[in-house]
């Protein structure tokens, strides 16, 4: 069971603006930075937001991250139908000593 | 180029052992933190683990869910990250990725652990 609660599924037309947000509590968003994680289906996740709004090195500027109190979000414009991926936040977790993952959402290009 | 190559998976039967290894190049190994994270068919991604680096002395962190069962180590002269499965549960059943922390932004392949009789 996940601690850190996305939406299990969002989506959107080409061309749109997107949102998946990624709630927390004190203990680990409020405290710790988040990343965002891009995977397609039978592959490695692919670093896609870190430091809670940074992107590295070759990922597009449609994507953007911010954090606020204990909730975190990931935007995506200008979507595009290859896009259409599971994506999954994490944040460290002060109380548990570890890691924590939200559930992942998948993402639907309509 | 930083790469990470997951070997070691397969079939095991519940209670039964099993050691993955991880093996890192394209970077200092050493320096780094090194994480594995799982994912159970069909499921999202679990944190199982974590090795620091030199300056913390390598000290490791588990998941409350293997902690006591798996193990994690590594060999900086062989540049490669281990897993040390022991008394394996069915539910630990998932592909196990290595990943460079701690913004884990690089991964393995992965490789496919199935716990079952």
């Known amino acids: 069971q996940s601690v850190l609660t996305q939406p299990p599924s969002a989506s959107g037309t080409p061309g749109q603006r997107v949102t998946i947000s990624c709630s927390g509590s004190?203990?680990?968003?409020?405290?710790?930075?988040v990343n965002w994680y891009q995977q397609f289906p039978g592959t490695a996740p692919k670093l896609l937001i870190y430091?809670?709004?940074q992107r590295p090195s070759g990922v597009p500027d449609r994507f953007s991250g911010s954090k606020s109190g204990t909730s975190a979000s990931l935007a995506i414009s200008g979507l595009q139908s290859e896009d259409e991926a599971d994506y999954h936040c994490a944040a460290w977790d002060d109380s548990l000593n570890g890691v924590l993952f939200g559930g992942g959402t998948k993402l639907t290009v309509l | 180029e930083v790469q990470l190559v997951e070997s070691g998976g397969g079939l095991v039967q519940p209670g039964g052992s099993l050691r993955l290894s991880c093996a890192a190049s394209?970077?200092?190994?050493?320096?780094?933190?090194m994480d594995w994270v799982r994912q159970a068919p069909g499921k999202g991604l679990e944190w199982v683990g974590r090795s620091r680096n030199k300056t913390k002395s390598y000290t490791t962190d588990y998941a409350a869910s293997v902690k006591g069962r798996f193990t994690i180590s590594r060999d900086n002269s062989k540049n490669s990250l281990y897993l040390q499965m022991n008394s394996l549960k069915t539910e630990d059943t998932a592909v196990y990725y290595c990943?460079?922390?701690?913004?884990?932004?690089?991964w393995g392949q992965g490789t496919l652990v199935t716990v079952s009789s």
């Open positions: 394209g970077f200092t190994f050493s320096d780094h933190y």
């Open positions: 990943a460079r922390s701690p913004t884990r932004d690089y």
């Open positions: 004190s203990s680990n968003i409020g405290s710790n930075n």
């Open positions: 430091t809670n709004n």
